[in-house]
């Protein structure tokens, strides 16, 4: 791949230890973003099962996350370039999120269709 280095010849460390990751997971950037997508969502959904409002705290969480990751992509694109690379950022972004959403929404409609049966009278 094309060597990214910034003018003082460098990877950030956030730059490195991603690469370091994607290495031994041997995935592709973006199968990662759409895998760590799904498994934060997930992982925090399992530890906040208890609360009232799961998936969009969970989801919330994801989109915290991804900002951090690409402001920080930002800053390494800039050192590179010179200028922010947009495209990448809103790829990454929908990479990222797009599974985790419709996790949210199917989940909140199958918990809306269990209170409707809940509550319907039984003969």
Request: charged share 20%; with cysteine.
């Amino acid at each position: 791949g094309q060597s990214k280095k910034g003018k003082f010849g460098m990877n950030s460390w956030w730059y490195e230890g991603k690469k370091n990751i994607l290495t031994h997971m041997s995935l592709s950037t973006n199968a990662a973003h759409i895998v760590l997508g799904i498994l934060l969502f997930l992982g925090v959904a399992i530890l906040a099962r208890r609360t009232k409002h799961v998936p969009a705290f969970a989801l919330g969480c994801v989109l915290l996350v991804q900002v951090t990751n690409e402001i920080l992509d930002c800053l390494d694109w800039i050192a590179w370039t010179g200028r922010v690379n947009w495209s990448e950022a809103f790829s990454d972004t929908v990479y990222t999120l797009a599974l985790p959403a419709l996790l949210a929404l199917s989940w909140r409609h199958q918990r809306q269709r269990w209170a409707k049966a809940n509550t319907k009278e039984r003969p």
